[in-house]
């Protein structure tokens, strides 16, 4: 995994810059509302740090050494699930595109939870519910490439990626897990699904996500440890809740 980062990085194609990053705008209005003008702020997995500068007290860490070219603020090379700072270090945390890339997701959100001052605020947006076929570049690869069972994954495709048909066993799974809640079941701990990674063709985004993640799961995570949802803090936000990013306030 290290080895295709480095590589990666050091081409263009992998990360956007600053001026066509769609993540630049709100981050920006998540820094003013919250006052964090001045506050130190972390950012997992920083890539070539195109959001250094939002912030002039700013921490990168990404687990490519190569990307250390690109950053002119304080930078450490380390995973997102052990993070070489001191307990309570740190205003907050924002960290995007980053948690569909680590093999477990759940000790980074704890790292990442440890490293937080009581009371602060927690910036994820990962992707969502990568997709198992992007490995293979199914969507963006001709038909040619395959045999009869990939031709069939890639036609299903369209169809998988359907609104309806995600909701329609999406939506009474969340249902289902709120009525165990209910019920006094308790989870055991972060859940998500595994996926192998193509670390040796990016065919397309995501080629080289190893987790797939429901958000609503990550919201259960954080509330059932006390934290709050602060953009998703309805039963119904959260029952219904699709893409973007999460905001969270850390009570510890």
């Known amino acids: ?27 920006s209005s998540f820094i003013t509302h919250y006052h964090l003008e001045n506050s130190l702020v972390l950012e997992v997995r920083c890539g070539r740090g195109a959001f250094q500068d939002l912030v002039p007290r700013y921490v990168g860490v990404d687990l490519s050494e190569t990307v250390a070219r690109y950053l002119h603020k304080p930078f450490f090379c380390a995973s997102a699930t052990a993070l070489p700072f001191q307990d309570n270090s740190f205003d907050a945390i924002w960290s995007i595109h980053v948690l569909e890339h680590v093999p477990n997701p759940e000790q980074a959100l704890l790292e990442m939870r440890r490293v937080l001052k009581p009371n602060g ?79 040796e063709i990016f065919w397309t985004e995501d080629s080289d996500a190893v987790n797939s993640i429901d958000p609503f799961d990550v919201i259960s995570w954080f509330s059932l440890r006390g934290d709050q949802c602060l953009n998703k803090n309805t039963l119904i936000r959260k029952v219904f809740v699709r893409t973007g990013h999460l905001l969270f306030r850390i009570n510890k």
Request: proline share 6%; glycine share 6%.
């Open 1 to 27: 995994m290290k080895t295709f980062y480095d590589r990666e990085f050091l081409q263009d194609k992998y990360a956007v810059k600053i001026c066509d990053h769609g993540h630049k705008r709100i981050l």
């Open 121 to 199: 605020l927690l910036f994820l947006s990962p992707a969502w519910y990568c997709r198992p076929w992007a490995a293979k570049g199914y969507a963006v690869r001709p038909y040619s490439d395959f045999d009869l069972k990939g031709k069939a994954v890639k036609a299903f495709i369209p169809l998988r990626n359907s609104l309806i048909f995600r909701a329609s066993y999406v939506i009474p799974r969340r249902v289902g897990r709120l009525i165990l809640a209910c019920l006094g079941a308790k989870q055991a701990g972060l859940r998500y699904k595994e996926l192998s990674p193509n670390f």
